[in-house]
Structure formats: C-alpha cells, structure tokens
C-alpha cells in the first residue's frame, strides 16, 4: 500500500481495492497523485486530493472537527467501453459510503462521515500509442472527522 502520511488518500484506496469489480478490472494499479501516462499499463485510477475545507465553528477551540475534502478520481483506459462499465463500479464503490473508519486498522486509518459522487467528464488522449487513453473524471466530496 502506498505511504499516505493520513491522507483522506488511504480511505480512497481501502475502499477501492476492497471491491472485486473494481481489482479485476484495475488490479492494485490505483495511484495517489500523478502519474505518467506513456510508462504505464492500463487500465489504472489516479486519485488526487485537489482541496480540502476545514469546517470551524464559532467559539470552537484547536483544530476543525471535520474536513470537506474534494478528490479526483482520473481513469485510464484503452477502451471505451470498458470505461464506461468501469465508472459504474467505481461510482457504486465510493458513493454514499456508510460513516466509519478506513482502513479499519493501520497507521492511516480515516473516520469517513461520508464520501458523496459530485460529477464526471470524459475526455480522450490522442497522443498516447496507436489507439488513444479514454479517460473518466469523476469527482467525489468526503467528509473526514478530525476527533
């Protein structure tokens, strides 16, 4: 597993890796941050952490209790059609997650409160081998709790 340093990243990953529709179609290759797109198999998942919110309230003392995270989910793939029956798996995987920790155990375990799907866009890397990347955006809101 990938060094999180307690990044929402880990809750990400967990879940990811937790669904067999998603691991027979990605395997493990489901990466934080960046990658690079001619050195890879595929299919693969990028997820980044693109803000995170801190939620503080009037007369609260220390650190925000809560955390709204957006996160990026970039899928790669050769075709289009399996991204598309991929998105679907991976929607269903991350989208109204029950409130708990994840991982459950380990050095980087997060309380989700929930993780809730936002929106999506495709797009199409013509610059990649012969046939092309089809690639999924699909964006989710998690909401860490900080006690």
């Not at 399996?82 to 050095?107: C, F, H, N, S």
Request: aromatic share 14%; net charge negative; glycine share 6%.
């Amino acid at each position: 597993m990938p060094d999180f340093s307690g990044q929402t990243g880990s809750a990400i990953y967990y879940l990811l890796t937790q669904n067999t529709e998603v691991t027979n179609v990605y395997g493990t290759r489901i990466y934080p941050s960046v990658t690079n797109y001619n050195t890879t198999t595929y299919p693969m998942i990028v997820y980044t952490i693109t803000s995170t919110e801190p939620t503080n309230t009037k007369g609260a003392t220390g650190y925000s209790k809560l955390d709204v995270t957006q996160v990026q989910l970039s899928m790669f793939h050769t075709s289009y059609e399996e991204m598309i029956l991929a998105q679907k798996d991976v929607r269903a995987t991350l989208d109204y997650v029950a409130e708990g920790i994840y991982p459950p155990t380990g050095a980087y375990t997060n309380r989700i409160q929930s993780i809730s799907f936002q929106d999506d866009r495709q797009d199409y890397i013509d610059d990649y081998d012969e046939q092309g990347l089809f690639v999924s955006y699909m964006n989710f809101q998690v909401r860490q709790r900080r006690i």
